[in-house]
């Protein structure tokens, strides 16, 4: 968890840097730096999740209602 902090803080600054460089209006920086806020905290809840939830999970939980309800009008 530290190592994806430590990379997102990274790119947070770099991207901070040529914001503030290329004289960007704060809209668009507060946009940037929302975006990556948002998908930082989206990273590190799958990380934490990621023995709880699974692709495969996700898929089941779609798709295993339908193929119940598929196999019961069949029979």
Sequence with gaps: ML????VFAGLGFFEWRYLQKNNR???TMRLVMGTA???????EILY????????VTL???IFGP????VSANRG
């Design 3 to 6: 190592t994806i902090a430590a």
């Design 59 to 61: 898929i089941e939980t």
């Design 48 to 55: 934490a999740a990621r023995e709880h939830w699974t692709i």
């Design 66 to 69: 339908l193929q119940h309800a």
């Design 37 to 43: 806020i948002f998908l930082f905290l989206c990273l």
């Design 25 to 27: 209006k704060g809209r």
